[in-house]
């Protein structure tokens, strides 16, 4: 079946550092999406690409929907503490007549004060 | 705006009896989707309804069902619950038109544990 393969598995940093993870599927996608998730909580999304080579920013987040379509990445600027989380990249591939999303195996990020 | 919302937040079931999971959708959204994700693990598709039926479904058994209603809330139901269930069951709700009628919001979850 169709995979998302994301990296790095977890990210140790200290505050203030760039962190960089992403994405690579074997398919096509219509959709990248990266969502935040913190322990007990569903995720909650951060930054939806639509198009290929799309650069979207929110904040100190900044995405990009791969030219290929079959990638993505995120960039956190100037990491602070309540940036720990788990971080999930999600596609809708072509193939898919429905809204299904497929999921990252997740980036869990921990920040050193 | 009202986000998502599931209940209940947390579930104990035994082996072999049935649960119903419920959402309502974010304000404005009208399609539904059901997703499982276990301890470590990305959520998986279970299935989406749209307009009240089902559009799709993943790779689960015809034990896990649901429905939506009118007013696009929706419900899962899994009969015959094993131990492998246990999970956090998300519901994420999507489709308020244009370009971006696909993005889908997620609730907080239900945490269902099988014994």
């Known amino acids: ?113 | 705006e009202t986000g998502v919302t599931q209940s209940p937040t947390h579930l104990i079931k035994t082996r072999g009896q049935q649960v119903t999971l419920r959402c309502s959708s974010q304000s404005g959204h009208n399609t539904v989707s059901w997703y499982q994700q276990a301890l470590g693990q990305g959520p998986q598709f279970i299935f989406q309804y749209y307009r009240e039926e089902e559009n799709g479904r993943g790779n689960f058994p015809p034990r896990f069902s649901g429905l939506q209603f009118p007013n696009y809330s929706s419900e899962l139901n899994v009969n015959a619950l094993e131990l492998d269930d246990s999970a956090l069951y998300l519901c994420a709700s999507s489709g308020s038109g244009g370009p971006t009628a696909d993005t889908q919001y997620f609730g907080p979850g239900t945490r269902l544990t099988v014994l």
């Open chain 1, 1 to 113: 079946g169709q995979q998302l393969n994301q990296s790095p598995q977890s990210m140790f940093i200290q505050e203030g550092e760039d962190v960089s993870m992403n994405c690579t599927s074997s398919s096509i996608f219509n959709t990248w999406l990266w969502y935040k998730q913190d322990p007990g909580e569903g995720p909650v999304l951060l930054i939806a690409l639509y198009k290929a080579g799309e650069l979207t920013s929110n904040g100190r987040l900044t995405a990009q929907f791969g030219i290929t379509r079959k990638d993505s990445f995120l960039n956190i600027s100037a990491s602070i503490p309540s940036d720990v989380g788990i971080y999930f990249c999600a596609g809708q591939p072509v193939s898919s007549n429905t809204g299904k999303l497929i999921f990252g195996q997740g980036t869990t990020l921990q920040v050193k004060p």
